[in-house]
């Protein structure tokens, strides 16, 4: 997203992100988290290949992605500038 990729390419941040958990036998969470992007339409053909060898491209089939948004940002008031 960057641009750390062989071609130096810059993309912007694609939504959703999609996080994937995954549980151990005893129902715990495992710290294995994956962590999957959308590659942007304009790259779709042929995408920069990452430099980071934890970064793998990989096909998807289609899928229904439902989105929660959460508002992290708290306003703040003139008495906190």
Known sequence: M???NEQGEVMNTPVPIIFTVFPRDDGSLNRRLVAALRIPSSFQIAPPNPTDSSIRIEDRPGM???ILYVNTVKPCSQQEL
Do not use: E, L
Request: net charge negative; glycine share 16%.
């Open 2 to 4: 960057s641009g750390d």
């Open 64 to 66: 229904t992605v439902y």
